[in-house]
């Protein structure tokens, strides 16, 4: 899977969209970006994932540049509860099974929301 | 709404003892999986199962066991609990490889400690 590399540390003012980016300049044609949150002492959550198509859902939206090195998470008006650590992940999405599924996860970036 | 269960958030076990982690999800997913969590070392996987009675190593099975008898549960064993065992242990599900189909959806983690 491509490395990531994403800034250790971000905040927002609550209300505020929260621009959350990712580099991944060596990613493959087939490789998908990922992202996942985690709030302190829970278990991971899932977000949004996409291929090179900008991508929306309730949470949150992605977009990834054309040529792909790069993609930025935005939550539109963020709050308190979303203060995490969120992880962005590239891998492939079609596998042949055994422990190629793990999801390894970087330091991530830590988004606090600040009232 | 996805959902995975985990039988205890918080478990005290002594050096030695047999220890027993559930898992539970709802969504009928081929895959589940076992990771622990710790400070600096990010996730790891112990063991993943991609159909009832199948199971895979994944990078650190050693120390564990697991048993999937039904395709809901997928049970995480610790035979003889030691105490660099202490740490956080969460599973996942999804489906089968595929695309669009990588998602993995998190239990709320049971947090061991091991004295």
């Known amino acids: 899977d491509a490395k990531t590399t994403q800034p250790p540390s971000m905040d927002c003012a609550e209300g505020r969209a929260a621009n959350l980016p990712c580099n991944h300049s060596?990613?493959?044609?087939?490789?998908?970006v990922y992202w996942y949150r985690q709030i302190h002492s829970q278990g991971p959550q899932y977000i949004i994932h996409?291929?090179?198509n900008n991508e929306t859902n309730e949470m949150a939206s992605l977009i990834i540049t054309e040529d792909r090195k790069s993609s930025t998470l935005i939550l539109p008006h963020a709050t308190l509860r979303d203060t995490a650590v969120y992880y962005c992940?590239?891998?492939?999405?079609?596998?042949?099974?055994?422990?190629?599924?793990?999801?390894?996860f970087g330091k991530g970036t830590l988004l606090t929301v600040n009232p | 709404d996805v959902k995975v269960t985990q039988s205890s958030r918080y478990l005290v076990k002594r050096t030695g003892e047999k220890v027993f982690l559930e898992c539970v999800q709802d969504?009928?997913?081929?895959?589940m999986f076992w990771y622990r969590q710790d400070p600096g070392l990010g996730l790891r996987l112990i063991y993943f199962s991609y159909d009832v009675k199948m199971k895979e190593k994944g990078d650190i099975p050693e120390g564990y066991s697991v048993s999937r008898e039904k395709k809901e549960r997928f049970s995480l064993i610790l035979e003889s609990a030691s105490t660099n065992q202490t740490s956080m242990y969460l599973c996942?599900?999804?489906?089968?490889?595929?695309?669009?189909?990588?998602?993995?959806?998190f239990g709320p983690g049971t947090r061991l400690l091991v004295l």
């Open positions: 969504m009928d997913h081929e895959n």
């Open positions: 996942a599900s999804g489906l089968s490889a595929g695309v669009r189909s990588e998602t993995q959806y």
């Open positions: 992940i590239v891998r492939v999405a079609d596998r042949s099974g055994g422990s190629n599924y793990k999801l390894t």
């Open positions: 996409g291929l090179k």
């Open positions: 060596t990613i493959s044609g087939n490789e998908y």
